[in-house]
């Protein structure tokens, strides 16, 4: 079992559209969970990160984390054609980080 | 600050070459690491470092070396390079204070092995 599962996608919706993406895991000590926005051809960005669980917003942006489920999410309001991406889960535990396989998403003008 | 930078951008090897691929961070982390990113597969970690003069194994090293004698500087060997290292690279750091455990990434290096 993976450490970290996440949809590879693609992912495709209309400009304006409300985006959900998911990432699963398995192991109970992680601490820190972040989402990264990887533009092609491009090092991943830090897009958001939590401690623990919980939910953090920032603008348009907001991170979710379940940790009875062991469920995180990042959903995206009113998601423009600059937000398409691949979007990629990942947490961690005493310095070793964890990651998801990315979901791609594109946003329709 | 800069934060991560790497060194080349890209560049194109003949099986059995060797090469450096350096990263350069800013932000006085303590911890670096180097991870490849092939398409579908995600990031793997080759390398990390926890400090000057310490590093460890990740999930694939094998093919790789890495020195850290500086809290800058975190250099990736390839000694004797092989198709299966055709990949993108991406250096790493992160530091862990104030409640924040977070890694920073570089531009990445694309390798193409022939």
């Known amino acids: 079992q993976k450490e970290v599962e996440q949809d590879p996608g693609p992912l495709s919706v209309p400009e304006g559209a409300i985006v959900s993406l998911n990432c699963t895991y398995s192991n109970s000590a992680f601490q820190y969970f972040m989402w990264y926005r990887q533009y092609s051809r491009k090092g991943p960005e830090l897009l958001m990160y939590?401690?623990?669980?919980g939910n953090k917003e920032d603008g348009r942006f907001t991170a979710q984390v379940d940790k009875s489920s062991k469920y995180i999410s990042l959903f995206i309001r009113d998601s423009q054609p600059s937000d398409s991406a691949t979007y990629l889960c990942?947490?961690?535990?005493?310095?070793?980080?964890?990651f998801g396989t990315g979901t791609s998403l594109t946003v329709i003008p | 600050n800069a934060g991560v930078t790497q060194t080349p951008k890209f560049r194109i090897l003949k099986i059995g070459q060797s090469m450096t691929l350096q990263c350069t961070q800013d932000m006085n982390h303590n911890y670096m690491y180097w991870y490849r990113q092939d398409p579908g597969m995600g990031l793997k970690l080759i390398y990390y470092s926890v400090g000057a003069g310490i590093t460890d194994k990740g999930e694939v090293p094998n093919g790789y070396n890495v020195s850290r004698s500086t809290t800058e500087d975190f250099p990736l060997r390839l000694e004797l390079a092989a198709p299966s290292q055709t990949s993108v690279y991406f250096c790493?750091?992160?530091?862990?204070?104030?409640?924040?455990?977070?890694?920073?990434f570089g531009p990445g290096t694309r390798l193409l092995v022939l």
């Open positions: 939590t401690y623990s669980s």
């Open positions: 790493a750091s992160s530091y862990n204070r104030d409640n924040q455990e977070t890694q920073y």
């Open positions: 990942a947490m961690s535990a005493g310095n070793q980080f964890y």
